[in-house]
């Protein structure tokens, strides 16, 4: 059974940057595909960045590209996502997720089945 826990979230101001780390184990196969998403309250969730194991492709949703990043550090099993100029409409919970593949920026919460329990980013204006 897969297993991510999300740490990183927190208070920053409009311009600043956070670092949310996705720390995962139980994979069953070398091929899966690790997502970020968000939900911002009264919103449906929305992805905004997957990694692909299997050719190591990365994907963002247009709201996010050129100010986000996702990396894996194989060592440790994690996935980060290094997020760049915060806006206020950043603000919401994040979570990771993990599913079989992901190969565009379209990354849907339908795709994956196991997920982290969130954490919080607030981003002041």
């Known amino acids: 059974q897969v297993q991510l826990v999300e740490s990183g979230g927190g208070l920053v101001q409009a311009g600043g940057s956070l670092r949310l780390s996705c720390a995962a184990s139980?994979?069953?196969?070398?091929?899966?595909?690790i997502g970020w998403f968000r939900q911002a309250p009264g919103k449906e969730r929305e992805g905004v960045s997957c990694?692909?194991?299997?050719?190591?492709?990365?994907y963002y949703a247009e709201s996010v590209k050129g100010r986000f990043t996702i990396a894996r550090d194989n060592a440790k099993n994690t996935v980060y996502l290094q997020m760049n100029s915060l806006k206020p409409e950043d603000t919401a919970v994040y979570y990771c997720?993990?599913?079989?593949?992901?190969?565009?920026?379209?990354?849907?919460?339908?795709?994956?089945?196991?997920w982290g329990q969130g954490t919080q980013v607030i981003v002041s204006s």
């Open positions: 997720a993990a599913g079989p593949f992901c190969f565009s920026q379209y990354i849907l919460p339908r795709d994956f089945d196991s």
């Open positions: 139980g994979f069953t196969s070398d091929y899966y595909a």
């Open positions: 990694f692909s194991s299997a050719d190591g492709g990365t």
